[in-house]
């Protein structure tokens, strides 16, 4: 069954944007400037505005696991992270502009807030990679104020932040009075965090953001220019990290790849809604 939504509305209704349903994932179809837009307005109204992103991983699993597939499209705004979602939405017959990755948005999700005043908060990854993060950041976006930093090892055995810690999080959180938060929790933890603590937590703005901190306390540019030119980075992180990710790369990669080819026969391309 082909699954459709309204085109011209994020899940409750704010934030006007046409999307693509991609195996069940509600893709976003908008580039880097609407979404500068969207996220100077939520910052000026103090109005929400939740962003996570879509690469074929996550959309394997959410096509699998309905309570990821529900918490990913509760977000406002899914962006099409890799290439594997860009082209899943060209042959659906609804083009996303290009990737939007975090790596490809940096200038924008740091450079605007630097230009802005706005304070950022970085929440995630290893003890000691937030910090170096923001100190690296706020070399490359003079004026970046960056509210505050914390690490995300706080899960339990089950892979869930226990109440009491989340609790302690978010007022931590909340104290530093961010304009913009980052998430890098990993999914589904990360997107489970946000639906669950959204309202209470004060940030008008928050993405979520995987792994990026690693990437931004490493080089302000992560994947060269003959990389991105290629369109080949995930051939360049399965060099860069084997062990990890050469299932994701290899088998869950053919079988996503399989399952879009699949759906467009099924159900041939999108309709406009």
């Known amino acids: 069954m082909d699954r459709r939504w309204p085109h011209d509305r994020s899940p409750d209704g704010r934030w006007p944007h046409d999307t693509v349903d991609v195996l069940g994932v509600r893709v976003s179809r908008i580039d880097a400037a609407r979404l500068r837009e969207f996220v100077a307005s939520a910052v000026k109204d103090r109005t929400k505005l ?4 879509a690469n074929p991983d996550y959309v394997l699993k959410a096509q699998k696991d309905t309570g990821l597939r529900e918490l990913m499209n509760g977000f406002d705004l899914n962006l099409p992270d ?11 017959g609804r083009p996303v502009p290009g990737r939007m990755a975090n790596d490809d948005l940096t200038d924008d999700l740091f450079g605007q807030p630097a230009e802005e005043g706005w304070r950022v908060f970085l929440f995630g990854n290893a003890p000691g990679v937030a910090e170096k993060a923001a100190e690296n950041v706020r070399a490359w976006y003079p004026g970046l104020n960056i509210a505050g930093t914390l690490h995300g090892h706080w899960a339990d055995e089950d892979g869930r932040i226990p109440a009491e810690t989340a609790e302690r999080l978010v007022a931590e959180i909340n104290d530093a009075a961010p304009d913009i938060l980052h998430v890098g929790l990993g999914t589904p933890l990360q997107q489970r965090f946000v639906a669950e603590h959204r309202d209470r937590l004060t940030a008008p703005v928050i993405f979520t953001c995987g792994a990026y901190f690693e990437h ?26 084997p062990r990890r990710l050469w299932r994701r790369y290899t088998i869950e990669l053919g079988s996503y790849l399989a399952r879009v080819l699949y759906h467009r026969v099924r159900h041939g391309k999108s309709r406009e809604t």
Not at 50 to 53: G, I, Y
Not at 83 to 92: D, H, N, P, Q
Not at 223 to 240: C, E, H, N, S
Request: charged share 25%; hydrophobic share 55%.
């Open 82 to 92: 890799g290439w594997g979602v860009v082209l899943a939405a060209k042959i659906f």
């Open 216 to 241: 931004l306390a490493e080089r302000r540019e992560y994947y060269p220019a003959w990389v991105l030119k290629l369109r080949i980075g995930f051939l360049y992180r399965l060099a860069r990290e």
């Open 50 to 53: 939740t962003v996570t992103f």
